[in-house]
């Protein structure tokens, strides 16, 4: 495990307890060994290329698609942007999907969310090609992770899986409870660590008498979309703890004021105490999941062509 410098918690304060999981620094290595293999394939004459959609309007995607364009740039996989107009329909957008699948020169393919209103974001996302899907969002893609079959599995789900891994923690046995079971994160991740022969434990909206059961988990993988929802008294003294969530939350200033601030589903300043290793919100899951992303672009590009 290594430690980092996060918002919440820098690491020159260790006597807090857990170690950090740094997202940023797994992320790093992932991204050098995409850059090896993105080279590799360009001087093969088989460039890695990404091709997203883009649905103009929405802010924070755009800065990620420029942000996407950067990094890919840098690590040697060409990346073209498809823009469409915010009032896009679905024909629009699905038929783009549609020409992108079709042509050999695209070894992946990502749709950038929110779509459009109206546009059902489970249809467009099942009509991207299985091998060109790196997002893993086709319902084939997250249905061939139950088999172990080769497959571009879901990104957040790999993200978890590897930081799970660097602790060193030997899954086969230990005690997984995963909180949160959305078809794209949560049970993907418990598949993952069924097929690790850990014992998980899968929990929702509707599970009675939650804290009994994350107070069981080894590990603990927070995926629910509530900012906050694990607190100390729900975690195993020593547990590894997963913070998956993402979420925007306004924060009263001394002077008056707010300010917008980023944080997980986890309470880490009373978690961290507890928890044996710990990933922080931001600094986390996010970065390895777009690693994920870049590693699978490049996994998709070395296939053979169909």
């Known amino acids: 495990m290594s430690a980092s410098r996060t918002d919440t918690d820098p690491a020159t304060a260790p006597e807090r307890g857990a170690t ?5 620094e797994l992320a790093s290595r992932v991204r050098e060994d ?10 093969a004459g088989r460039p890695a290329r990404l091709d ?7 802010a924070g995607a755009e800065i990620y698609a420029r942000n996407q364009k950067r990094t890919c740039e840098e690590l040697g996989i060409e990346y073209v942007l498809h823009e469409l107009p915010e009032d896009a329909a679905f024909e629009d957008v699905a038929g783009r999907v549609l020409l992108m699948n079709e042509d050999d020169r695209i070894s992946a393919i990502m749709v950038h969310l929110p779509l459009p209103e109206g546009v059902d974001t489970e ?3 099942s009509l991207i090609a299985v091998h060109k899907d790196v997002e893993g969002v086709n319902p084939g893609n997250i249905g061939n992770v139950v088999y172990g079959r080769r497959s571009l599995v879901p990104c957040t789900a790999l993200a978890v899986m590897t930081m799970i891994e660097s602790t060193g923690i030997d899954l086969r046995g230990a005690r997984v409870v995963c909180v949160g079971a959305s078809n794209i994160v949560g049970k993907p991740i418990a598949v993952l ?11 929702n909206v509707h599970t009675r008498e939650q804290a009994e059961l994350t107070r069981m988990g080894d590990v603990l993988v927070a995926a629910a979309g509530r900012p906050g929802l694990i607190t100390a008294d729900m975690v195993k003294p020593g547990a590894i703890v997963v913070d998956v969530g993402v979420n925007r939350v306004r924060v009263e200033q001394p002077d008056g004021g707010s300010k917008v601030r980023t944080v997980g589903d986890v309470d880490f300043d009373a978690v961290r105490p ?8 931001p600094g986390g899951v996010g970065p390895m999941t777009v690693a994920m992303l870049l590693r699978n672009t490049v996994d998709a590009a070395e296939r053979p062509r169909r």
């Not at 950090?20 to 940023?24: A, E, K, L, M, S």
């Open 20 to 24: 950090i999981i740094d997202g940023r």
């Open 274 to 281: 507890v928890a044996g290793a710990i990933s922080p919100v």
């Open 123 to 125: 249809r467009i996302q």
């Open 52 to 58: 997203a959609i883009l649905a103009r309007g929405d």
């Open 193 to 203: 660590l069924m097929r690790a022969e850990a014992t998980v434990i899968s929990t």
């Open 34 to 43: 995409v850059r090896r293999r993105a080279i590799a394939l360009r001087e």
